[in-house]
C-alpha cells in the first residue's frame, strides 16, 4: 500500500500496477474519518492540462476531499478505469469515489465499494457520459445518486448494483439532462428518500433490457424505476419486491411521452 496524493499533469496519461488486481493500493489514508476532512488527501488528481487519463489494475480507498473527488477527480478528460477498485473514500461535495466534469468515463471491470458524498454521487458522478461495462456498486452514499450520478448520458452492461442509498433520489443510479441505457444488470436492494431507489431518470429516456430490478424502496415514488419527463422502453425485465409508500411500488413513469413494455 502506497499512501499517496498523485497529482498528474501532461495530454495522455497511464497508471497502471504491476501485478493482478488488487496487488498495488493507492491510499489517501483517512486516519481521522469523514468527521475530520480538512483538506484534500485523494489518490489520484489530474491537473487541466489531461486530455486522457487512464488507471489499470489498481486499488484506490481511503480517500478524501474538501471539494469533489474523494479518491479520484479529473477535469475536461477522457477517463477510462479498468480492473480498479474504488473504496472506503469520501467527499463534502460530488463523486464520493470518482469525479468527472466536462468529460468522459470509461468503467470496465471496476469496484467500487462504501464511498460517501454529500452531494451527488456516492460512488460515481460525471458531468459528460458514461459507459460502463461488468462494475459494480456495492454500499455507496449520497443525496442524489447513491451508487452513480450522471449529468448526461449513461450506459451500463452487465454488473451489479447493491445496497447503495440516497437521501433524495435514485439509490442506484440517478440521471438528469441524459438518457439511460442498461441491459444485463442486476439492480437490487438499493434505497431512496424520495424517489427512484433503483434507478431514477429526468428529463431524459430509459432503455432498460434483460435485467432483474429487486427488493428496492423509495419513500416517496418508484421503488424500482423513477422516469420523469421522458420516454421509457423496458424489455424483459424481472421486476419483484420493490416498494414504494406513494406510486409505483415496481416502477413509475410520470409525464412522458412513451412508455413502452415487452
Known sequence: TWYVNLNFGGDDVTVEGVGGVGDVTLSGDMTGGASSLVYNSRPITASASVEQLTVRNLTLEEGQSSFNGGALSAIEADVTLESVRIWDSFTSGDGGGVF?????????????????????????????????????????????GGGVAVVGDAQFEGGVLTDNTAGEDGGGVWVQDGDLAAMDMTVEGNSAGDDGGGLYVRYGDLDLRTSAIHSNSAVDDGGGVRVYQGDAWMDRLEVSNNTASSRGGGISVLKTGSVSVH
Open 100 to 144: 468527472v466534469d466536462g468529460g468522459s468515463l470509461t468503467m470496465i471491470n471496476v469496484v467500487v465499494t462504501g464511498n460517501d458524498a454529500i452531494g451527488a454521487g456516492g460512488g460515481v458522478f460525471v458531468e459528460g457520459s458514461l459507459d460502463v461495462w461488468n462494475s459494480n456498486y456495492t454500499d455507496n452514499h449520497a443525496d442524489n
